[in-house]
């Protein structure tokens, strides 16, 4: 073996993983094709083990089958190779357990010395792929039996909590077993790779750091739009709205990266630090700037791509009186020297026109313009940073339109690198994949420390409670449109429409 070889394998952390909710949606859907695709790359050392637990009664082989055909449904069949698919089932095991009860952990404690010498270095890495209600009693369970050593981690899923209560309850309840440096609160946007190229682009090139800031930056629009409406998680999302399943984590954390001031370095704290001076200084709400400020939308019947879609309130088991929001508009900003009077357009709703989440920084005009009057509405660039479907970067120029009779006209043309075309022999990892190798390294840089939920949760629990004073029920749209006409009109008040890519 070279030396080069010892050095790749030297690199893989060895860990025992314990995936609580391992037949759930969320496992077979995302988290078994990321392992696989981690173990297909050989960034799964050889002697990492991965222990499903749920409460079904499970043969080792009948689990190992459902783990193989949702691989077979969630991983493109030119990535499915039948050596790697037999190496990376064969470090599957399976225990049926009861979560909430301690009776029966004490198997997970005897799974893990079953194989291993004492003097092995192998980490619990315990994924809660479960209700946060499940969290505090898991961890609990998991001390007591002995499973857990000074190495363990924990990763957690959101939401954390419905409320900042709440979520101190539960961030209590996981602090008490586990200390802050060994908790992974998943955001999955943190793991995407355009997110990533953000610190490089905002960082790494002067071009964009001199600029950015209030004296160039005109105002910026975030929108994460989804075609798809509850997918049977009525229960969970009429309680929750789109206010708090998408903007107090997924937005708030783009809100972060593009407002944060450049961290000292790459530590994790370091950049969590800038993250959470964001979260301190987003602008409240009041209950006069709300009806300004602020839309909220639910969808009714309507059709996407020619099909044909029911409201929300027809959804199946809907409570028929809901006033819950499907769709968030708002315009807020963040109080600091960087940003004073920039505004922060966002926008995010179910059984939108397409699925797309965009970034977009709009610059501000040159002083003086010499150009046609009619074009100046192109007058100004626009970086477009698009994180699905198709993740890339698109710099809007402005270049003299070419041909004899255009004088000097101009055409509004982008800069563009999409990370399909450019890397085409590269496949784009998905973002759990990312997220999941640097738990096995112990790094925390891309999962949201306690603060930062917290910060979020004060600020969107402000926003609610002004919802409930002033008491008025989500605006309707219908499924297929990009909300509702109200949310035009909030940006267009301030003379300034939102940025469609088609």
Same mark, same amino acid.
């Given at each position: 073996?070279?030396?080069?070889?010892?050095?790749?394998?030297?690199?893989?952390?060895?860990?025992?993983?314990?995936?609580?909710?391992?037949?759930?949606?969320?496992?077979?859907?995302?988290?078994?094709?990321?392992?696989?695709?981690? *173990?297909?790359?050989?960034?799964?050392?050889?002697?990492?083990?991965?222990?499903?637990?749920?409460?079904?009664?499970?043969?080792?082989?009948?689990?190992?089958?459902?783990?193989?055909?949702?691989?077979?449904?969630?991983?493109?069949?030119?990535?499915?190779?039948?050596?790697?698919?037999?190496?990376?089932?064969?470090?599957?095991?399976?225990?049926?357990?009861?979560?909430?009860?301690?009776?029966?952990?004490?198997?997970?404690?005897?799974?893990?010395?079953?194989?291993?010498?004492?003097?092995?270095?192998?980490?619990?890495?315990?994924?809660?792929?479960?209700?946060?209600?499940?969290?505090?009693?898991?961890?609990?369970?998991?001390?007591?039996?002995?499973?857990?050593?000074?190495?363990?981690?924990?990763?957690?899923?959101?939401?954390?909590?419905?409320?900042?209560?709440?979520?101190?309850?539960?961030?209590?309840?996981?602090?008490?077993?586990?200390?802050?440096?060994?908790?992974?609160?998943?955001?999955?946007?943190?793991?995407?790779?355009?997110?990533?190229?953000?610190?490089?682009?905002?960082?790494?090139?002067?071009?964009?750091?001199?600029?950015?800031?209030?004296?160039?930056?005109?105002?910026?629009?975030?929108?994460?739009?989804?075609?798809?409406?509850?997918?049977?998680?009525?229960?969970?999302?009429?309680?929750?709205?789109?206010?708090?399943?998408?903007?107090?984590?997924?937005?708030?954390?783009?809100?972060?990266?593009?407002?944060?001031?450049?961290?000292?370095?790459?530590?994790? *704290?370091?950049?969590?630090?800038?993250?959470?001076?964001?979260?301190?200084?987003?602008?409240?709400?009041?209950?006069?700037?709300?009806?300004?400020?602020?839309?909220?939308?639910?969808?009714?019947?309507?059709?996407?791509?020619?099909?044909?879609?029911?409201?929300?309130?027809?959804?199946?088991?809907?409570?028929?009186?809901?006033?819950?929001?499907?769709?968030?508009?708002?315009?807020?900003?963040?109080?600091?020297?960087?940003?004073?009077?920039?505004?922060?357009?966002?926008?995010?709703?179910?059984?939108?026109?397409?699925?797309?989440?965009?970034?977009?920084?709009?610059?501000?005009?040159?002083?003086?313009?010499?150009?046609?009057?009619?074009?100046?509405?192109?007058?100004?660039?626009?970086?477009?940073?698009?994180?699905?479907?198709?993740?890339?970067?698109?710099?809007?120029?402005?270049?003299?339109?070419?041909?004899?009779?255009?004088?000097?006209?101009?055409?509004?043309?982008?800069?563009?690198?999409?990370?399909?075309?450019?890397?085409?022999?590269?496949?784009?990892?998905?973002?759990?994949?990312?997220?999941?190798?640097?738990?096995?390294?112990?790094?925390?840089?891309?999962?949201?420390?306690?603060?930062?939920?917290?910060?979020?949760?004060?600020?969107?629990?402000?926003?609610?409670?002004?919802?409930?004073?002033?008491?008025?029920?989500?605006?309707?749209?219908?499924?297929?449109?990009?909300?509702?006409?109200?949310?035009?009109?909030?940006?267009?008040?301030?003379?300034?429409?939102?940025?469609? *890519?088609?």
């Amino acid at each position: 073996m070279n030396s080069h070889k010892r050095l790749e394998e030297d690199s893989r952390a060895v860990i025992d993983l314990a995936l609580f909710g391992a037949l759930g949606d969320l496992s077979l859907r995302k988290l078994y094709p990321a392992l696989y695709h981690l *173990d297909r790359e050989g960034l799964l050392h050889e002697d990492t083990r991965i222990l499903g637990l749920a409460r079904q009664q499970l043969k080792i082989d009948d689990f190992r089958k459902r783990v193989t055909e949702a691989l077979q449904e969630h991983v493109k069949s030119s990535e499915l190779d039948r050596d790697a698919l037999k190496r990376f089932t064969a470090r599957l095991d399976y225990l049926h357990l009861d979560f909430g009860t301690a009776e029966g952990y004490q198997a997970i404690a005897e799974w893990r010395t079953a194989v291993r010498h004492e003097t092995t270095i192998c980490p619990l890495v315990v994924y809660l792929a479960v209700p946060a209600s499940l969290y505090g009693d898991i961890c609990q369970h998991l001390q007591g039996s002995g499973s857990l050593d000074e190495l363990s981690r924990v990763v957690v899923e959101k939401p954390i909590g419905y409320d900042y209560e709440t979520s101190c309850e539960i961030n209590d309840a996981i602090g008490s077993v586990f200390p802050e440096s060994r908790i992974y609160r998943i955001d999955h946007y943190l793991g995407k790779e355009t997110v990533q190229n953000l610190i490089a682009l905002r960082f790494a090139n002067p071009l964009f750091g001199t600029q950015w800031n209030q004296n160039h930056v005109s105002h910026v629009e975030i929108t994460v739009a989804e075609q798809v409406g509850i997918e049977g998680r009525w229960g969970y999302f009429d309680k929750a709205g789109q206010l708090r399943d998408m903007v107090q984590n997924h937005l708030l954390q783009l809100v972060c990266l593009i407002a944060m001031d450049p961290p000292a370095n790459l530590d994790a *704290d370091a950049i969590r630090d800038e993250k959470v001076k964001v979260l301190k200084a987003l602008e409240p709400f009041s209950e006069n700037s709300l009806g300004r400020d602020v839309v909220r939308g639910q969808y009714i019947a309507g059709s996407i791509e020619g099909q044909s879609l029911p409201g929300y309130l027809e959804e199946e088991g809907a409570n028929r009186e809901s006033e819950t929001e499907t769709f968030v508009a708002m315009k807020t900003g963040v109080a600091n020297w960087r940003w004073a009077g920039v505004p922060f357009y966002l926008r995010t709703g179910k059984r939108m026109p397409e699925k797309l989440s965009q970034i977009v920084i709009h610059f501000r005009q040159q002083p003086h313009y010499i150009f046609d009057p009619d074009q100046r509405n192109l007058a100004a660039n626009k970086l477009v940073i698009r994180l699905q479907p198709d993740e890339g970067i698109a710099l809007e120029v402005l270049t003299k339109d070419s041909g004899l009779d255009k004088g000097m006209r101009l055409r509004r043309g982008p800069l563009h690198l999409d990370f399909g075309s450019a890397f085409p022999k590269t496949r784009i990892p998905d973002a759990y994949e990312r997220l999941l190798l640097e738990v096995m390294k112990g790094q925390q840089y891309l999962f949201v420390r306690r603060d930062e939920v917290e910060h979020a949760w004060h600020w969107c629990d402000s926003l609610i409670a002004a919802w409930k004073a002033l008491g008025d029920p989500p605006r309707r749209y219908p499924a297929g449109s990009w909300g509702p006409v109200a949310s035009i009109a909030m940006i267009t008040q301030d003379g300034r429409s939102w940025y469609e *890519d088609y």
